[in-house]
């Protein structure tokens, strides 16, 4: 086991590194420039230290953490290659964020080479990189007694985005906005996020604590990004105070990030209107971010296509799981629930 400067600790620790240079890939947190390491059981404390969030008490000098997740590939639903195809363009043409840090979450991968072209497309700018890594956990899977445990065990999206919060906030950020993998901002978009996001913080004398940028589903042309009329979910951003987080109870493809959104105010009925907020909503729907399509064209343009394919992508990624494991096969993963239909 490898040793790191701990700056919680003052002293030389045992670290698990996230990082193709280094040979381990375990939860914990490596700047790739400066040499600081988190590990797992540090995460508690760096929030508790920094819950103050004072200037004396930062980590950080930028006030947004821009939280993306990285998770399986999970075919019919993705093209093969497409996961990758799409981080790679997003390091590559994203342009800096100002007064924004890029934060990079894996999540439980389960496919070693697709994890080693995660961290070859990170790398490969050579700028500093925030990085976390949560493990899938062979023996968590292997005692799941139904498909929602086996989802929560191989996928557990809603403890992933809670746990990438407490990472930032830890660390010092004063807000952090949490989206999917394959999604992306342009300058401007992001220029326009930021002072929308100033000019409610002066009308509303700071109080408001979250906000959500709207997804444009888009796709990739030649090495072109091309975006589609569709208007779809939003990705939520949280202030350093905020007490709402994502609900770890609620399995990935089942409203899991919607039922925040409801919370927060959006919760105006109807597919095509989920950008819209109440009156008196807790939140402000204040810019829009570029997903990246990893499926065929139908897909990105038609949400019932997108949800039969996720089903038969989960179906197919347990099935895999268990012939690899030797576990016996559990039949039909939704046992004949109803899932609500979502991006």
């Known amino acids: 086991m490898k040793e790191a400067w701990n700056p919680l600790t003052g002293k030389k620790e045992s670290a698990r590194w996230v990082s193709n240079r280094f040979g381990e890939h375990r939860f914990g ?42 998770g399986n590939a999970l075919p019919p639903r993705d093209i093969p290659g497409m996961r990758n195809t799409s981080l790679k363009f997003i390091v590559e043409t994203e342009p800096d964020l100002a007064y924004g840090d890029k934060l990079w979450v894996l999540n439980k991968l389960t496919d070693k080479e697709l994890e080693s072209q995660y961290l070859n497309s990170l790398h490969s700018t050579g700028e500093p990189l925030r990085l976390m890594a949560l493990d899938f956990d062979e023996k ?36 952090a906005i949490v ?54 979910e939003c990705h939520p951003a949280f202030a350093w105070n905020s007490e709402l987080r994502f609900d770890e109870g609620l399995v990935f493809g089942r409203a899991e990030k919607q039922t925040l959104l409801r919370l927060l105010g959006h919760d105006i009925p109807g597919y095509e209107n989920q950008w819209k907020t109440s009156p008196n909503a807790l939140t402000a729907c204040i810019g829009e971010v570029y997903h990246i399509g990893t499926g065929n064209e139908r897909a990105e343009r038609d949400v019932n296509v997108r949800v039969a394919l996720r089903q038969a992508s989960l179906q197919q990624h347990f099935d895999w799981l268990d012939k690899s494991l030797q576990v016996p096969a559990c039949g039909n993963i939704f046992n004949g629930s109803k899932e609500i239909q979502i991006t």
Not at 145 to 166: H, P, V, W, Y
Not at 219 to 232: I, K, N
Request: charge should be negative; charged fraction near 30%.
């Open 140 to 175: 968590e899977y292997l005692a799941a007694g139904n498909f929602d445990e086996k989802i929560q065990a191989c996928i557990s999206i809603n403890k992933a985005r809670n746990t990438a919060l407490k990472w930032a906030f830890g660390m010092g950020y004063s807000w």
């Open 29 to 70: 947190v490596k700047f790739l420039k400066g040499g600081e390491v988190f590990c797992d059981t540090e995460i508690d404390k760096l929030e508790e230290r920094h819950c103050k969030n004072t200037y004396e008490n930062r980590l950080v000098r930028s006030p947004w953490a821009v939280i993306r997740i990285l």
């Open 179 to 232: 989206m999917d993998g394959d999604c992306m901002w342009t300058e401007d978009a992001w220029d326009l996020f930021l002072s929308r996001h100033a000019l409610d913080q002066r009308e509303t004398r700071h109080q408001r604590k979250y906000y959500t940028a709207t997804t444009i589903r888009s796709y990739l042309d030649d090495g072109v990004l091309m975006a589609t009329s569709e208007f779809t």
